[in-house]
């Protein structure tokens, strides 16, 4: 497995790589790697013959005052998974290598995500998916993969990603990969070791919140006021879980939906406080 650590390095890899015929897998990470993550490294291993797993906590999608500064980097224990998963190379870049300190300080050229960020986190985030984006077209350009693979729990930016594709016209083709959870049902996240026991516990009724809509929805419920207070009835339940949002969009504008339609594919999604961290679980839904 390779470690690479300039642009120019990994396009050289990947363009290596095409010549032989191979086709290049991405799987962009934050690293503080668990199953989840090594779920996207198999399922870019059946979608293509070499694997790239770029790890970088990328400062532009985090606010003021949100865990940048803390966010784990546990390096070495994730290239060891990286290594047992058969990764092929993994990205290490550094900020600057990244934001080129001469174009970050001008601010000099941005991408902006329009109303597919008004609602659900990029409401509570502001400038979040702006980030996301531009770190995504960073990679997508520097490694130009055949496919690119996403943890399907971060569903609004699995969505704008993917709007991302075809509104630059980029030529990869973007995956999405079912949320990995635990026995409780809690998805996994990298978020999910800041919880302590007590709240760990809590943590789970996340999912519940996101089953209770989901079964109504399969039974034919289509008004959202019902299916949003029924995801909050499961959410207070936890006793010190704050709810951010509980709601539900369109699965492709990302839009609010008062009533369902028969056929539509909604998504469901929640953000929650533990203490001080903050959880997100989210469902792709077709009402039937
Ligand atoms: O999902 C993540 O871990 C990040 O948002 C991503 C896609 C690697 C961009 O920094």
Not at 3 to 28: D, N, Y
Not at 78 to 94: C, E, K, M, Q, Y
Not at 151 to 170: P, R, S, T, Y
């Amino acid at each position: 497995m390779e470690l690479i650590e300039t642009v120019g390095s990994i396009r050289s890899f990947s363009r290596a790589m095409r010549c032989k015929g191979h086709r290049i897998g991405l799987v962009p990470t934050m690293g503080a790697l668990h199953d989840g993550h090594l779920a996207l490294v198999e399922a870019a291993a059946r979608y293509a013959d070499v694997v790239v797993v770029s790890i970088f906590v990328n400062p532009t999608q985090f606010g003021p005052g949100e865990d940048f500064d803390r966010y784990p980097r546990p390096l070495d224990e994730d290239i060891a998974l990286l290594r047992s998963a058969g990764a092929h190379a993994v990205f290490l870049p550094t900020d600057d290598e990244m934001y080129p300190p001469d174009d970050h300080d001008s601010g000099g050229v941005r991408l902006v995500v329009g109303s597919l960020a008004d609602y659900l986190c990029g409401k509570y985030r502001p400038g979040h998916f702006d980030g996301v984006v531009q770190i995504v077209t960073k990679l997508l350009t520097a490694i130009e993969p055949d496919v690119a693979v996403f943890g399907l729990k971060d569903a609004q930016q699995f969505v704008i990603i993917e709007h991302l594709v075809g509104a630059l016209g980029l030529g990869t083709a973007i995956v999405g990969v079912e949320t990995i959870r635990e026995p409780d049902g809690l998805a996994m996240s990298s978020r999910n070791r800041y919880l302590d026991p007590g709240l760990r516990v809590q943590a789970a009724a996340l999912s519940r919140g996101i089953g209770a809509a989901r079964e109504r929805i399969a039974k034919g419920e289509q008004a959202r006021e019902g299916l949003v207070t029924a995801m909050h009835q499961e959410l207070s339940k936890a006793d010190d879980l704050r709810v951010q949002y509980a709601d539900i969009v369109d699965a492709r504008s990302l839009q609010p939906v008062s009533d369902i339609v028969s056929g539509q594919r909604v998504l469901v999604a929640i953000a929650a406080y533990l203490g001080t961290t903050r959880l997100i679980d989210s469902a792709f839904v077709t009402a039937p």
